[in-house]
């Protein structure tokens, strides 16, 4: 299968796809066409990852690694916890820096280490709004041939997620840049885009953009929707917090694939872009805003170009609500009270959508089963949701074991310039 720009470039194969991360034209990468799948599965996460990103690996170098990649890189599980009769949470936290982002930036780092020599030098650069930042250096940690220089807000992250960005070193250098996730995004961007910088650093880009990344996160919407049917339940419809689209993009694109997957509705918090632009057909991108949910504090969603290029009207397949702080608050306070599960301030956002929904006027969506897929663990956001609580949460042994290490990230100004001179001296 060839893969092709949103903006038209010519097409590559799907490894050189996966190596250059962005389009040269500045556009994502898009597969020719969405093959059509349906089953059988398989019994597990990894049996279903494998036979739903099989048809996008077909004919290509990769493609007799496929099932190694996805066995030594989705090595958690993502379970779905039904917490009343007609919601569910989806998991996606058991990764070894507790968030979503571990299942696509294992699989990618699995694919470049493939794809690239390890006496080369490659250079992984990363903006993140939080959560991204540390699942690609911790799958790339200590992996020969290659660095990361990971970019964040400074003071825009929780506390524990600063930590664990800057707790890797090694072949890891990470950043706290002066200003908001949209400059740290356009900082990268705009070293992408510099030929010369690409070359003589080798960059690599492990954001939601890559396909790398894309293609795995459809495979715990396959393994929910698989496991839900096999329960006797109906086809599930799903909430997903957003904040640059990547992984609500690919539970659509699992869905076009043939994958048994109904509604699917975004949350998103007050960097309400994507909403808007759903309810309005305007895209409006604006400096993002500080909100509880900080992995979503995102202004000008990259991934929105691919959803633009997918579905001539974006708005006749996919929803999208935003909510306030005042809302996570009391989402995950109520959502404590009543089911005594803790949820952190992303998935906060996309219950207190899905109770919209079970509440609201149409039919549908009243009596449907709803799969909230729940983004990170509580415990990276503790100083968020234990006042609301009332309790301590327990942390994960992984995470644990990050915050206990020293750390360290140095300052960064938002300019080209300044990033040049950091990826020379690192």
Known sequence: ?????????APVALSAAIARGQAPDGGLFMP????????????????????????????DALRPHLRDIVLESLDFQAPTKWINEHTGLLELFWGPTAAFKDFGARFLASCLARLFAPEGRRTVLVATSGDTGAAVAAAFHRRPGFRVVVLYPDNRVSARQA????????????YRVDGTFDDCQRLAKAAFADPALT????????????????????SYFVHAS????EEGRPTPNFVIPTGNLGNAFACLLARESGIPIGKVVLASNNNRVIPEYLQT??????????TLANAMDVGAPSNLERLRHLFVEPADVVRGQWVDDD????TIRATFEHTGEIVCPHTA???AVCRRLQSGDDPDDRKGDWIVAATAHPAKFADVVEPLIGQEIEVPTSLRELIERPTLALPLKPTLDSLSSVLRQS
């Open 327 to 330: 809302a996570i608050r009391s």
């Open 1 to 9: 299968m060839d893969f092709v720009s949103t903006r038209g470039s």
């Open 281 to 290: 057909g305007r895209y409006e991108p604006r400096d993002s805003v500080e």
């Open 199 to 218: 070359e003589s650093h080798g960059l690599v880009s492990a954001n939601s953009i890559s396909l790398g990344r894309l293609f795995p996160q459809m």
């Open 32 to 59: 020719t066409e969405i093959p059509k799948q349906a089953g059988p599965w398989g019994d597990s996460l990894q049996e279903r990852a494998i036979r739903s990103m099989e048809p996008f690996f077909d004919g």
């Open 163 to 174: 930590h664990q960005l800057g707790a890797f070193g090694g072949n890891v250098a990470t």
């Open 349 to 351: 956002c996309a219950i």
């Open 226 to 229: 698989v496991a839900a049917r």
